[in-house]
């Protein structure tokens, strides 16, 4: 028992530093551009960089775990991650900065799939609520406390490191994973030889890549046919993945996606409505915090500050929202959740509305708390019932599509909400213009829009959440 629990310690740091790798850049950006005399597209290509290869590597990450083995495959990828942050700490150009996150997103593609795939082999059905919680507080908290860490590395300056402590924050915790998980978790190597299906591999690391690729490159409004038609052809290649790895499947292949998990309505539909999900919540982390330092002239600090009561309220509902209101609510806890995080944002709005000089920072804090709560309810319970059919045999491959879909709502996150916000705040004569505030609530309402169509989707997940123990893992409940 108490190997188990150092080794959840371990994955879900590794689960953490991962996401967090992602919103802590956002709030230190000014800082690295200014200091790195980075242009405008290798800022870009900061923000983008880490997702980019994150998502497009997670699959393939996935069926190395199966290959060389859980264990083996997660302290690879721990061990290269943290010598990528290092690097991103050191580096002295924008250009090295941008490459060492590229490798740092490649490794973290190694570790991540196999977070899931071990709560799923460490953890009985009717034992996993707990950590399933453990694992989805986390991920939201990471996705909050971000810009707050950031603010606060940037802010304390420790040792004359400024913005390069946010990359340092890794390695310590990196070295820590590593040790906890060579000493605490199972080898858990797949019985007979697996393959890597290269035809399946090529197509779905082409695909992501156009599409995250065309997602991250709206935010420039001078090339929007160009973007689009980028997306599109990632779209279509998704499509011949999925028509690949139908057919791999008949024929007796190993596919990344097996035919089981593709026909497993319930995991589509989690998938769907997490696909959406993530646009509101990372676009807007991104845009409340670059309006408040742009047009309030807060600091980096006060920034991540703003967003404190979304990452602890957001703790607060993935516990109670998987462990509690979930095997009592089923699928209503998800709507529940989006139409509560809708409300916070939809405050937000509010305020920056009715006080057009500017908000007073108390005035944040509400929205911030009802949005945080309404993601908390959410995450948690959507990636309990996304995977609480998933057998162990198909953890790994399940773990891959899910994260790779959250990373890619991630970019659609930045490229609709945060493409929307800077498109409009590009027409403000100074950081004072009203405009900043314009552009914030319009941001804020295609993310409001995007919840409320995720609402929508929930509607085909199952209406109850059968506890697992009672249920073979294999089979897929809808009523």
């Known amino acids: 028992m108490r190997s188990r629990n150092l ?20 709030v230190a950006l000014p800082s690295i551009t200014d200091d790195l005399a980075a242009s405008p597209a290798q800022s870009q290509a900061m923000l983008s960089g880490y997702t980019l290869t994150f998502a497009v590597g997670l699959i393939t990450g996935a069926r190395l775990g199966k290959r060389l083995g859980l264990r083996r495959a997660f302290v690879i990828g721990v061990a290269g ?22 490798v740092q ?29 453990a694992f989805s507080a986390l991920l939201g908290i990471a996705a909050a406390a971000g810009p707050i860490l950031g603010g606060v590395l940037i802010a304390l300056d420790l040792f004359g490191t400024g913005w390069r402590g946010v990359f340092l924050v890794n390695v310590p915790i990196g070295v820590v994973v590593a040790g906890l998980a060579l000493r605490a978790l199972p080898p858990a190597r797949a019985d007979g030889h697996v393959r890597l299906d290269p035809a399946g591999l090529a197509l779905s690391a082409a695909s992501l890549f156009l599409m995250m690729w065309g997602l991250a490159g709206l935010a420039d409004t001078q090339t929007p046919l ?51 999900f993530f646009i509101p919540v990372m676009g807007f982390s991104l845009v409340i915090t670059h309006y408040v330092q742009t047009h309030l002239d807060y600091t980096a600090l006060l920034a991540g500050l703003v967003v404190l009561p979304w990452a602890l ?105 945060g493409s929307t916000y800077f498109a409009i705040a590009a027409g403000a004569a100074g950081p004072s213009d009203g405009l900043y505030s314009d552009a914030l609530s319009v941001a ?36």
């Open 444 to 479: 804020l309402g295609v993310g409001i829009g995007a919840a409320l169509l995720a609402a929508a989707v929930a509607v085909r997940l199952p209406q109850r959440h059968i506890n697992s123990a009672n249920q073979p893992t294999d089979v897929d409940v809808d009523r």
């Open 226 to 276: 160009v973007q689009v038609a980028v997306i599109s052809l990632g779209l279509v290649l998704f499509l011949v993945f999925l028509v690949q790895q139908r057919a791999s499947d008949r024929r007796g292949g190993q596919p990344l996606v097996p035919l089981a998990l593709q026909q497993r309505s319930t995991f589509r539909s989690a998938v769907g409505v997490q696909i959406l």
């Open 313 to 417: 309220l957001t703790g607060v509902g993935a516990g109670v929202g998987t462990t509690v209101l979930l095997p009592r609510m089923g699928r209503r806890v998800i709507h529940i959740g989006l139409l509560t995080m809708s409300l916070g944002m939809a405050l937000v709005v509010a305020v920056v509305l009715l006080a057009p000089a500017g908000p007073a920072f108390w005035h944040f804090l509400p929205g911030s708390a009802i949005g945080g709560l309404g993601m908390g309810l959410v995450v948690g319970p959507l990636t309990e019932i996304a995977l609480s059919r998933v057998s162990r045999e198909h953890a790994s491959e399940a773990s891959g599509v899910f994260n790779s879909v959250g990373q890619l709502s991630a970019s659609f996150g930045f490229a609709t909400v």
């Open 7 to 26: 080794g959840l310690v371990a994955i879900l740091l590794a689960a953490f530093v991962d996401l967090l790798g992602v919103t802590i850049v956002t």
């Open 81 to 102: 991650f943290t010598l990528a942050s290092l690097a991103c700490a050191l580096a002295g150009a924008a250009w090295v900065l941008v490459l060492a996150q590229v």
């Open 105 to 133: 997103g490649l490794f973290a593609a190694l570790m991540v799939p196999q977070v899931l795939a071990f709560i799923q082999l460490m953890y009985d059905p009717s034992e996993r609520a707990k950590p399933m919680a």
